[in-house]
């Protein structure tokens, strides 16, 4: 069974950092595109990222680009989300997610919450 | 990027009834999207993909058609279960993005 599990969220002051965490088993990373998808509190869902199955295409989404950074470690089975600068708008909870045509698999999230 | 815009915000339909939800896209994406349905405290799951084709597991009520920038999505015989926010999601250019989502109540 694919599962993908999340882990490194909490409560963060605006402009400190947090590293985000995707461990996937049931499969090997390294086969597959992954991505990280958020959704703030009471809203839609909003594409944060996305990684070619080596890292070797990385794209992020305006909000983010230039503050948060995504790397994978294929050999472990896990995927990162490294967050800078960190803004109120930033909270939402963190979802990483499969790519197979769609995304098929996705954790059950990890929250984000950045306030002083 | 493209712009996916969803209609309506909130749709009401009657168990047993039809509800038919679509999805726009700024610019074309080809047959590359797809319908996720997601549930108060759980993650969206996948329903189509290539905006025809149901994924693993889920019922022939569920339907998408399009192609280019209209979508639609249409449930049949609504059940209980069924109840929830549906996102359309483009894969055609990353980034990827999403639509803002339809809210499907019980009427």
């Known amino acids: 069974e694919f599962q993908l599990v999340e882990s490194g969220g909490g409560l963060v002051q605006p402009g400190r950092s947090l590293r985000l965490s995707c461990e996937a088993s049931?499969?090997?990373?390294?086969?597959?595109?992954m991505h990280w998808v958020r959704q703030a509190p009471g809203k839609g869902l909003e594409w944060v990222s996305g990684?070619?199955?080596?890292?070797?295409?990385?794209v992020y989404a305006d909000s983010v680009r230039g503050r948060f950074i995504v790397s994978r470690d294929n050999a472990k089975n896990f995927m990162y989300l490294q967050m800078n600068s960190l803004r109120p708008e930033d909270t939402a909870l963190y979802y990483c997610?499969?790519?197979?045509?769609?995304?098929?698999?996705w954790g059950p999230g990890t929250r984000v919450t950045v306030s002083s | 990027e493209i712009v996916m815009t969803q209609s309506p915000a909130t749709l009401s339909v009657s168990p047993g009834e039809r509800a038919t939800l679509s999805c726009r896209a700024s610019?074309?994406?080809?047959?590359?999207l797809a319908w996720y349905q997601q549930k108060p405290g759980q993650p969206p799951r996948l329903l189509i993909y290539?905006?025809?084709t149901r994924a693993t597991g889920i019922p022939p009520r569920f339907s998408g058609s399009g192609s280019g920038t209209e979508f639609t999505l249409t449930i049949i015989s609504l059940q209980s279960e069924d109840f929830a926010v549906y996102s359309c999601?483009?894969?055609?250019?990353?980034?990827?993005?999403f639509g803002q989502g339809t809210k499907l109540e019980i009427k």
């Open positions: 990684s070619s199955w080596n890292g070797g295409r990385i």
């Open positions: 999601q483009q894969y055609n250019n990353w980034p990827q993005t």
């Open positions: 997610a499969k790519d197979t045509v769609g995304l098929t698999t």
């Open positions: 049931g499969f090997q990373l390294g086969d597959y595109a």
């Open positions: 610019q074309s994406v080809s047959n590359n």
């Open positions: 290539d905006a025809s």
